[in-house]
C-alpha cells in the first residue's frame, strides 16, 4: 500500500490544506493527515478540535485518516509506514525553509518529499493570516470551509 502523510498545524485548517489532501488523495492509496503537536506554540484551537475539524472536511475522501503526533515526523513515518510526506508549496519564499526539512527527514530515514504547487487562488493563504484577519473583523469566510469559519467565528466572539 501506497502511504502519504500531510504534516502540520492545521490550526485551523483552510481551503489551502483541503485542496492538497484532496489532490494527494487521488494519488496514494491512503493519507494521513498528522496534526504535529508543537508544545511551545499555543494555538487557537486544541488538537482534538483541530482533528475534528479535519475529519468533519475531509469525510467525503474515503482513504484519508486523520492522527496526531507529538515528535519527529521521520519516527512518525518510520511507526505507520509511511513513504511519502506530501507537501503544498504556495511561493518560492515556502521553499527555502521547506527544502532545508525535506533534505533533513530524508537523510534521517529515507523518506521522501513531494512538493505540490498549491492553487494560484490559495497562494496568498495561511492559517496564521486567517486568525489575524478574522480578529479584526475582517471576511475570511472564502477562505476556509464552512464548517472550519462557523469555529472561527464562534472562537473569536468567545476570546474578544
Ligand atoms: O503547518 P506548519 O506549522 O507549517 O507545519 C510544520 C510541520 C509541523 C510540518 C513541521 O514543523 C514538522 O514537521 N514538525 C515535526 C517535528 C520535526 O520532525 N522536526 C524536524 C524537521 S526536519
Redesign the pocket.
Known sequence: MRRAVC?????PPTNGHLDILERASSLFDEVVV?V?I?KN?QGLFSVEERMEMLREVSAHLPNVRIDS?H??????CQQNDIQA?V?GLRAISDFDYEL???Q??QQ?TGVETLFMPTKPPNSFLS?SLVKEVATYGGNVSHLLPEAVHKRLVQRLGQNG
Request: no cysteine; proline share 4%; glycine share 8%.
Open positions: 504534516p502540520g498545524s492545521y490550526d498528522a504535529l508543537n506554540k503526533w515528535g519527529l515526523l521521520v519516527h512518525y510526506i507537501k532545508q526539512m525535506a533533513m527527514n534521517l492559517s
